[in-house]
């Protein structure tokens, strides 16, 4: 503990128009951090005057990211102010690194009244990279609407902030510190943590730790390989699948976290997981998965690098949800998912008579429909899965819940999907993404993309591509009214659903640092046994083509092709 306390000043600034967040909190490239006076610290601060004082006063809250350049600097600024603005004790990390699961579930375990996590998810990092600020809340997941507008409100007329520049902490020891500070009646608390035990001694709770070990290490073992892309898993994967489970320490590759990834794009495709996918199709491995930079997305792959898409890997761990004893125990009170995501998991919905809630992008929405005892297992099309154990979508959770199916099924991959498909049918699925398209461009095509399908003309109109015929039976702008407390958000992506029940979506995406990022979804229903294991790229082609030719997005926006195909 410090001998004097220590001096808290109140320092003038000024405010910034732009730092409303966005679906997943603030994120801009690191030199807007670093080159704009006081940018971090006016964040900072509005997300501290957004609790109210009496909340705050004497409060624990957690802090973690992913790792990535300008972690530590920004955690060295969050201390100080946190210290400042009346928190009581910080939850961090060691080294300042802590998944985004896993600081939701540090949330829930330590009763904090909430989180800072600091990542830009699956953006590139580095110097040249991005950076990204969340708030996640007492629940353990991120903020609703009404907290983000407060944030945002605050830090458009923000006038000061408060810190204690004299507050430096040690990252790298697992410890207790204290601090006086002057005016206050208790000591400011900072305690460094082993975050992946905590989350680990959460998972043990979850699966069967002993099957997954006879999967993993046994006489008849599989082999896998898991690439966490240089982000935060690293540690997580080592400590509970190699160190725990007793998967060889040589399955786990890239688990170092480094600034830059590596220099890497951390995000779990087949675009930036590429050599991941080169590795199993080679045939030596059964089952593989590569993480993003935060660690709440997992990309699962079977033998031969035989992919499963995200909307497939929900629907199958519900189809086969008991194979997880969590759930043996909770049952299953519904389930959810985003609604550019495909119809795959209403399918089993509907086969096995369990509600199913079609909601906006964006975990927070998951997170009430939970909070209210309405759902226990989600997903998005965005490589995301979870369930109501924390509140943030859990990569690690996702391979474990597939390793515990293969575990109970002892089948490959590959022919639990293909079962999968000829019991429920299949969903053809594909997302284009055109990153970093000139916002007004990307703007003015959406609102007349808007004005061309809610027009009466476009209401049953036909496209007729080679042999497939296509007639419109509804479009919209996908509106949800939350069934917990009736919020209703609008706006929410553009969809053109047809008679055979295909859809094509859509979306301007709000987690980008520079442009926009126009993202178009094609989902393709076919219960035909002769046709369900054709080529996705074939049998997605015509509608692919109408996507394209109603929205006219590659005249539009000057781009040839997208930037990322999944």
């Known amino acids: 503990m410090t001998t004097c306390p220590l001096q808290v000043l109140t320092l003038p600034t000024a405010p910034y128009p732009d730092q409303r967040p966005g679906t997943s909190g603030l994120r801009k490239k ?7 006076r006081n940018y971090l610290q006016n964040f900072i601060q509005s997300i501290y005057s957004s609790i109210d004082l009496l909340d705050r006063q004497g409060s624990t809250m957690v802090v973690g990211g992913d790792g990535r350049y300008f972690n530590q600097t920004a955690i060295e600024v969050i201390v100080q102010m946190a210290a400042a603005n009346g928190v009581g004790r910080l939850v961090i990390g060691h080294h300042g690194i802590m998944s985004t699961p896993a600081v939701s579930c540090v ?3 330590y009763k904090a009244i909430g989180g800072i996590v600091l990542t830009a998810s699956h953006n590139p990092g580095g110097r040249e990279g991005d950076f990204g600020i969340k708030f996640n809340t007492a629940n353990g997941g991120p903020a609703q609407d009404a907290v983000t507008n407060r944030i945002f409100q605050i830090s458009r007329t923000i006038e000061e902030y408060a810190i204690c520049p004299e507050i430096l902490v040690d990252l790298a020891t697992l410890s207790k510190q204290t601090f006086d500070l002057e005016n206050k009646f208790k000591p400011f608390t900072v305690e460094i943590v082993d975050s992946v035990e905590s989350y680990a001694n959460m998972l043990r709770n979850i699966f069967d730790f002993a099957a997954l070990k006879e999967l993993l290490s046994g006489e008849n073992h599989i082999k896998i390989q898991l690439d966490a892309m240089h982000g935060v898993m690293g540690p997580y994967v080592k400590r509970i699948l190699c160190e725990e489970l007793g998967s060889p320490a040589n399955s786990a590759i890239n688990c170092v976290p480094l600034q830059d990834f590596g220099g890497q794009h951390p995000d779990p495709n087949l675009t930036y997981a590429a050599d991941l996918v080169e590795t199993m199709r080679g045939g030596q491995y059964d089952f593989g998965a590569a993480f993003d930079g935060d660690g709440d997305r997992s990309m699962i792959l079977g033998k031969h690098g035989f992919f499963v898409n995200p909307s497939d890997s929900v629907a199958v761990i519900a189809a086969n949800v008991f194979s997880i004893p969590y759930f043996q125990h909770t049952g299953v009170r519904g389930y959810a998912r985003s609604m550019p995501t495909s119809a795959a998991l209403d399918n089993v919905a509907r086969a096995t008579k369990i509600e199913l809630y079609e909601t906006p992008t964006g975990w927070k929405f998951f997170g009430n ?19 109501d154990h924390i509140r943030e979508k859990d990569g690690l959770w996702a391979v474990l819940a597939w390793l515990s199916i293969l575990a109970t099924r002892k089948q490959s991959v ?7 498909w000829q019991t429920f049918g299949r969903n053809f699925f594909t997302k284009y993404d055109y990153e970093e398209v000139d916002l007004d461009a990307a703007i003015q095509m959406m609102e007349d993309l808007e004005l061309r399908i809610l027009g009466k003309a476009f209401m049953g109109q036909r496209f007729a591509v080679g042999e497939k015929l296509y007639q419109v039976e509804k479009a919209d702008n996908f ?7 009736g919020r209703i958000c609008r706006n929410q992506g553009l969809r053109i659903i047809f008679t055979d029940g295909s859809r094509i979506i859509y979306r301007l995406s709000g987690t980008g640092s520079m442009g926009a990022t126009v993202r178009v979804y094609i989902d393709s229903y076919e219960k035909d046994p002769d046709k369900i294991f054709r080529d996705p790229r074939v049998m997605l082609e015509p509608l692919v083509t109408v996507a394209l030719k109603v929205s006219q997005l590659h005249e539009r926006t000057g781009r040839s092709g997208p930037s990322v195909i999944t």
């Not at 429909?369 to 369930?387: N, P």
């Not at 590959?414 to 999968?420: A, G, L, T, V």
């Open 369 to 387: 429909l939970m909070d209210a005892g309405k759902l226990s297992l989600c997903g998005e099309e965005s490589f995301g899965t979870g369930a």
């Open 414 to 420: 590959e022919d639990i999907i293909k079962d999968h």
């Open 30 to 36: 690191v030199f807007v951090f670093q080159s704009k």
């Open 479 to 485: 509106e949800y009214t939350d069934p917990v407390d």
């Open 107 to 109: 949330i829930r375990k």
